[in-house]
């Protein structure tokens, strides 16, 4: 069981950055990779971003590839999401989401995959 809570989230011009944190609660949270995911007004929930277990690894949607960057400090339980040189297209609100994971793994890009998700925090970008 583990509970994420993201902040950071805000308004802000293009080309402008944000840094937003998801902090998780449990004792087991290097037991989970951690994905970011967005969702937009009257689209789907999309990918974003993932990161392993370590923080060895990463993924990330074509569309951010370059600007954003997720890491993580698993002594804080602290998981980040740099966004630099935001587009209007961001827009959306952001959810970090936790997948228990053990032995062999990848870095899903699936929501239905992971098993905990926060409440979302809200970036807007405009042009």
């Known amino acids: 069981q583990v509970q994420l809570v993201e902040s950071g989230g805000g308004l802000v011009q293009a080309g402008d950055s944000l840094r937003l944190s998801c902090v998780a609660s449990g004792r087991t949270f290097s037991s989970y990779v951690i994905g970011w995911f967005r969702q937009a007004p009257g689209k789907e929930r999309e990918f974003v971003a993932a990161?392993?277990?370590?923080?060895?690894?990463?993924n990330y949607a074509d569309s951010v590839k370059g600007r954003f960057a997720v890491s993580r400090d698993n002594a804080k339980n602290t998981v980040y999401l740099q966004m630099n040189s935001l587009k209007p297209e961001d827009t959306a609100v952001y959810y970090c989401a936790a997948e228990f994971v053990s032995g062999n793994y990848y870095l899903s890009n699936r929501p239905y995959e992971y098993d905990y998700w926060g409440q979302g925090t809200q970036v807007t970008v405009s042009s």
């Open positions: 990161i392993s277990r370590r923080g060895g690894s990463t």
